[in-house]
């Protein structure tokens, strides 16, 4: 019984810790790649395992220059984002950009895309969890 009045509160306890170390990693290794862009009012953060994969579905408005950054974790190795648009055509992929986390780019007209991130597999024993971030930024003409 003594076992489980630990367990328990410990387990209610992790995603609050998580969700503070993304947020401590997303303020001080992601934001900053924003510059000369104005945050949108969304945190969009989430604690992956390699293998996994995550969708944003973001509106973008006409006349409008945005920012996309992709933060992550070192741990998880070189996260893969593409940007889609509702069809699913290919809009971006940092697969063939060098795996570079930062993609600018101007709307000529209102349109929902798709972020889809995927965390890479890998071939270890242990599979290290961290914290994925896509921040969106603006700026108008």
Wanted: hydrophobic content about 40%; charged content about 25%.
């Amino acid at each position: 019984m003594k076992l489980i009045r630990f367990i328990l509160p410990l387990m209610l306890l992790l995603p609050f810790a998580a969700d503070a170390q993304c947020r401590a990693f997303t303020k001080n290794k992601v934001l900053p790649l924003l510059d000369g862009y104005v945050q949108n009012d969304n945190y969009n953060s989430a604690v992956l395992v390699p293998g996994d994969e995550a969708e944003l579905l973001l509106t973008f408005y006409a006349g409008k220059e945005y920012r996309i950054v992709v933060g992550s974790h070192p741990v998880l190795g070189d996260v893969e984002f593409e940007i889609v648009d509702t069809n699913d055509e290919m809009v971006y992929s940092n697969k063939t950009a060098d795996n570079k986390s930062v993609f600018d780019f101007k709307m000529s007209n209102t349109q929902q895309l798709i972020v889809r991130v995927r965390v890479p597999k890998q071939d270890t024993a242990f599979s290290h969890e961290g914290c994925v971030t896509v921040l969106v930024g603006s700026k108008e003409k």
